[in-house]
């Protein structure tokens, strides 16, 4: 399970520029791909957005690429050799043309300054490819890692909840199956105190009595609340995407936490409902950070 937050970070060198990849999310719905990056690599964003739809669900992402010009390369790197001759030949065939007088200086050659400072222009483009996307990998890889480690200690801190509203639920099917005959005897004895128990037909009574008292039963309740933890605790262990599964489920548990709490009569249970109710809540909000 992968929590939808995450952040990872690479630089690459090619010649004398660094590239440097961020690359951020938050929790979305949908998968949404922000990419701000200079003009230069423009042609490439198609490539950039399809390897990180090949890794990525669920999202809004955020992707940051900048140029810096690199501070630990050779002087050589920073000239553009074969750039610098085609310039010096052409200044030396225009000098003759025209029949100029001096020579041709290095303050002539410094006027062309892509001479000095290729940047991605004197590169191919296979290689800037080939580079740039080792570097989203690079970032998606250290990325995912957060991702994963952050999802896991989600995983663990759901699970504890969801032990928690186990553990509550069972407790309000044992009281709920008390709380039946509580609230039998709690009616025959009302209706008692209102009507002398002589001209009661005590067979109809019970008989009415009971029916009315099955209306606080929650075991129905409680079988199915069993059943969604059970079905939560599977998609948590599946390595899948779980994120909208469990966002359903909770949404169930959550409808058969209302349905108890509107049936009992017992405070203590409706007390203990209210607690399920409180846990299922933070769930959801864990649920909407996974992927």
């Known amino acids: 399970m992968k929590s939808m937050t995450g952040y990872g970070k690479s630089i690459i060198q090619i010649n004398n520029i660094d590239i440097s990849i961020e690359i951020r999310s938050v929790n979305n719905r949908f998968l949404d791909i922000a990419l701000r990056m200079p003009k230069e690599l423009n042609d490439y964003e198609y490539e950039i957005r399809k390897n990180i739809k090949k890794k990525l669900n669920r999202g809004k992402i955020n992707v940051y690429i900048n140029l810096i010009e690199a501070t630990n390369v050779s002087a050589e790197l920073m000239i553009d050799m074969e750039k610098v001759k085609q310039r010096y030949d052409l200044l030396n065939y225009i000098h003759k043309k025209l029949n100029l007088s001096g020579s041709i200086t290095m303050d002539n050659l410094m006027e062309f300054g892509d ?71 709690r009616l025959q004895n009302n209706i008692f105190l209102l009507i002398d128990s002589n001209k009661i037909e005590k067979n109809r009574l019970e008989a009415e009595l009971a029916i009315i008292s099955d209306k606080v039963d929650v075991t129905e309740e409680c079988v199915r609340m069993a059943s969604h933890i059970k079905l939560f605790n599977d998609t948590l262990n599946n390595n899948g995407e779980a994120g909208k599964k469990l966002t359903f489920i909770l949404q169930e548990m959550l409808r058969e936490a209302n349905t108890m709490n509107s049936k009992t009569t017992d405070t203590n249970i409706a007390h203990t409902v209210i607690r399920i109710k409180e846990e299922i809540e933070k769930l959801r909000e864990q649920s909407q950070n996974i992927e």
């Open 115 to 185: 001479l000095f400072d290729p940047g991605l222009q004197s590169i191919e483009s296979k290689k800037i490819k080939k580079y740039l996307l080792k570097g989203i990998n690079d970032a998606l890889k250290q990325f995912e890692d957060m991702r994963k480690a952050e999802g896991n200690n989600l995983s663990a801190d759901m699970k504890n909840r969801i032990d928690q509203i186990s553990e509550w639920t069972e407790f309000v099917g044992e009281k709920g199956r008390d709380n039946i005959q509580k609230e039998f005897e």
